[in-house]
Antibody
């Protein structure tokens, strides 16, 4: 059974760096074809894809946010970490991590999401 | 980035209705198109991948079609549990962009 869970701060101040951790079970991020991605959703708005890391450490980013995002993995801990620098109130959103299948695949298992509010 | 445009943005329908949602890509994405269902306060759920392949456990009243730039999600007979927001997503290239969503509401 594949499960994922996001953790991190619920409140960050403008200009701060956000660090989110996705802890997963039921699969290995060293298995060929597997990836873990991050997607966010501002309140009442659409989904926005942010970043993805593959089993071979290939990393992909949203072009509009690339300069602010870093995605890393710790295979031994079954964790993927997303950092986003220079947080702004417009970054207030629910952040989801998801298991991804294949290079041209899909996000088939999702975490429950974690709401991050950016406010002073 | 590849832009995904869904239509309509919202619709009202009754239980038993046939519902069709369309998704258009700004360039050809072959069959790399996924559909998700999201209910309020919940994570999205994968319904269909690769334009027409069912995710395990998805009811057969859901179907997907299309290739290239134009795609369709059809619910053959709307059920009460289908009232939700539906998103398309292209996975032809990264970033894997989503459409803006279609909210299906009760008439």
């Amino acid at each position: 059974q594949i499960t994922l869970k996001e953790s991190g701060p619920t409140l960050v101040k403008p200009t701060q760096t956000l660090t989110l951790t996705c802890t997963f079970s039921g699969f290995s991020l060293s298995t060929s074809g597997v990836g873990v991605g991050w997607i966010r959703q501002p309140p009442g708005k659409a989904l926005e894809w942010l970043a993805l890391i593959y089993w071979d450490d290939d990393k992909r980013y949203s072009q509009s946010l690339k300069s602010r995002l870093t995605i890393t993995k710790d295979t031994s801990k079954n964790q993927v970490i997303l950092t986003m620098t220079n947080m702004d109130p417009v970054d207030t959103a629910t952040y989801y991590c998801a298991h991804s299948q294949g290079y041209s695949g899909y996000e088939d298992y999702w975490g429950q999401g974690t709401l991050v509010t950016v406010s002073s | 980035d590849i832009q995904m445009t869904q239509s309509p943005s919202s619709l009202s329908a009754s239980v038993g209705d046939r519902v069709t949602i369309t998704c258009r890509a700004s360039q050809s994405i072959s069959k790399y198109l996924n559909w998700y269902q999201q209910k309020p306060g919940k994570a999205p759920k994968l319904l269909i991948y690769a334009a027409s392949s069912f995710q395990s456990g998805v009811p057969s009243r859901f179907s997907g079609s299309g290739s290239g730039t134009d795609f369709t999600l059809t619910i053959s007979s709307l059920q009460p549990e289908d009232f939700a927001t539906y998103y398309c997503q292209q996975s032809y290239s990264t970033p894997r962009t989503f459409g803006q969503g279609t909210k299906v509401e009760i008439k």
